[in-house]
């Protein structure tokens, strides 16, 4: 119970303030459609909630989003005047005394801090909180809605002590007290929002928190990015990363070229290199397929960016350069927020390694390939069939082997329009996706105005 006594603690350390400061605000009255939204991680890598503040904004709300800025989030979050972005100062681990002490000291500090923060804010009518991570956020934001009368929306994307378990084991003392303190404030909250039915239904039986399935969806800007759009894109990619660039210079000087696009400055049309390379958006190696092109087997040089950013970013891209490919570079760029729908938007293939900690919850990166109309081969888990259709608009995978002889069947002749990699394609283009604000108008905007 050592976690549940820190956030005891820290509530109990701000009483005063909130007596003498907040509680005279609350006093005063609250906006009717003002929402305060909680994402203790880094906002500009939690698209989800982004896109809730962004349909809140859009259907009448005024929103406070509070979260760690170390990325830049997507640019019509920022220029909204409907939405204000307070930033949360995260405090990292400190190397004294032993590391359960080290955790609660920071549960402490940001159970105190994030306290501080709303209690200082213009309460909202709804608390959306979003978890993991839900340690001590879940609690904190059940205790200000008490004070503030405001209500507690938990968007579960996944369990925290199911992640942490990765770390320590699925019986460590602090996996088995998160698992508790998610089950026993998860109970607390008005309304439970979740990201597929397998997850709804294992939060009704074990937890018995009734929940309903908001299904990710692409936000409007995640679509096919027009030819002379990904010229552009790769020509600026090209600047750092040679896996774009041009392997010969055009003899026309009035041409400009890049690894795969070709643009005439006298027409202006962009055309696609007949000998182009594939592009795959991943997040892995190619040992495999590499020795499919050498064995003589009728397929493409491959361009495979690497998306991501995360601490074992610099180790892989270590392991990548002591490879010797011949027919495969690899890059791991950095994206801008803007640029990297147009990447998926350009790309010929997407590959995901999401396994998910709790089996229950389902990649974004998919739901965003899905909305660029890009194929997709994915590992196989639990609930993955909620999303990916095997050999409709895409493949699942048990290992290397396997996705090495997908890519072998998808690649051969290619770029072949009658080949299954264009099938899934067509496949994509023809079904009538739902995007975000589509759906969420169906799904979570009748559930806050009934609330």
Known sequence: MAASCFVLL???????????????RWRRGRASQHVVAVVLGDVGRSPRMQYHVLSLAKHGFSVTLLGFCNSKPHDELLQNNRIQIVELTELQCLAVGPRVLQYGLKVV???????????????????????????????????????????????WHNYGYSIMGLVHGPNHPLVLLAKWYERFFGRLSHLNLCVTNAMREDLAENWHIRAVTVYDKPASFFKETPLDVQHRLFM???????????????????????????????????TRLRRRPALLVSSTSWTEFEQLTLDGHNLPSLVCVITGKGPLREYYSCLIRQKRFQNIQVCTPWLEAEDYPLL???????????????????????????????????????????????????????????????????FS????????????RKNLQESEQLRWDESWVQTVLPLVTDI
């Open 413 to 424: 002749n290619f770029p072949d329009p009658a080949g299954k990699l264009n099938q899934f």
């Open 344 to 410: 998926l938007g350009s790309a010929d293939l997407g590959v995901c390694l999401h396994t998910s900690s709790s089996g229950l919850d389902l990649p974004m990166k998919v739901v965003d390939m899905f909305g660029c109309c890009l194929p997709v081969c994915a590992v196989n888990f639990k609930c993955l069939h909620e999303l990916v259709k095997h050999d409709e608009n895409g493949l699942i995978f048990e290992n290397s082997e396997e996705l090495a002889a997908q890519l072998q069947m998808l």
């Open 109 to 155: 500090f940001q159970a105190v801090y994030l306290l501080w923060k709303l209690m200082w804010r213009e309460p909202g009518t709804y608390i959306f909180l979003q978890n993991p991570p839900g340690l001590p956020g879940i609690a904190v934001c059940w205790f200000v809605g008490c004070l503030c009368g405001s209500k507690l929306v938990i968007d």
């Open 10 to 24: 820290a509530l109990c350390l701000l009483l005063p303030v909130l007596l003498l400061g907040g509680w005279k």
């Open 236 to 270: 600026k990619l090209g600047g750092s990363h040679s896996p774009f660039r041009a392997r010969s210079e055009p003899e026309d000087p009035a041409m400009e070229r890049s690894a795969f696009t070709e643009w005439d400055a006298g027409s202006g049309l962009v």
